[in-house]
């Protein structure tokens, strides 16, 4: 059984899903949605703000295929951030510190950026490839 035939639409799947998860993380540091998540609504004009800026826009793009490329490249430095910043100071191993998420959706949108967006994307109907695989 060949199963590269579905590469692309795992690959669109992934970036999909890890752009919707993204776009959450914005939603709660920008407005406080849902009610009680964490960190919770953030002063737009700090470190936390702008990360939820980028977490919002940059999820949004990702999750559309949307010039994905550029936005998966400043979401994967936003979460290389993240981590160096906040996670490792409390500690290198990443269960410990909960940095792990920070490390996985670093990686993944590392890959998204020099991979591209895989299936279902605008950019891929932007090309002519009517947003299925590559």
Not at 3 to 29: D, E, P, Q
Not at 56 to 83: H, K, P, Q
Request: glycine content about 16%; aromatic content about 14%.
């Amino acid at each position: 059984m060949n199963l590269t035939r579905y590469s692309a639409y795992a690959h669109g799947l992934l970036r999909i899903v890890s752009g919707l998860l993204f776009l959450f993380h914005g939603l709660v540091k920008i407005f406080g949605f849902p009610p009680g998540a964490q960190p919770g609504q953030v002063p737009p004009m700090s470190l936390m703000g702008a990360a939820g800026a980028i977490e919002l826009v940059c999820g949004a793009l990702i999750m559309f295929g949307l010039f994905s490329r550029t936005a998966a490249f400043i979401a994967s430095g936003e979460m290389a951030v993240a981590y160096w910043m906040f996670h490792a100071p409390q500690g290198l191993y990443p269960v410990a510190n909960n940095g792990d998420g920070a490390i996985l959706y670093c990686f993944i949108f590392l890959f998204i950026a020099a991979a591209g967006p895989g299936a279902w994307s605008v950019d891929g109907l932007r090309r002519g490839r009517g947003g299925g695989a590559y």
